[in-house]
């Protein structure tokens, strides 16, 4: 009975030794991406400060357009 419970006890651990690299294995994708996830954040935060100061002067130029154009008429 002992050299079972040695074998049982040696495939549990061996189990739980491979179910431990699996979970570190996947913690470690899901850290990265994570980190993937904050630099697109980052991204595109900064890409909607860009795009609201680049709408900003379109409508003025378009503002300036439309005086000219009154202005001619």
Request: charged share 50%; aromatic share 6%; glycine share 0%.
């Amino acid at each position: 009975m002992d050299k079972l419970e040695a074998t049982l006890e040696a495939l549990q651990f061996k189990f739980l030794s491979e179910k431990k690299e699996h979970l570190a294995k996947r913690l470690e994708e899901i850290e990265e991406h994570y980190e993937q996830l904050l630099l697109f954040i980052e991204r595109a935060r900064s890409d909607k400060e860009v795009m609201m100061k680049l709408r900003e002067m379109i409508s003025r130029e378009n503002k300036e357009l439309r005086k000219e154009l009154e202005e001619k008429a």
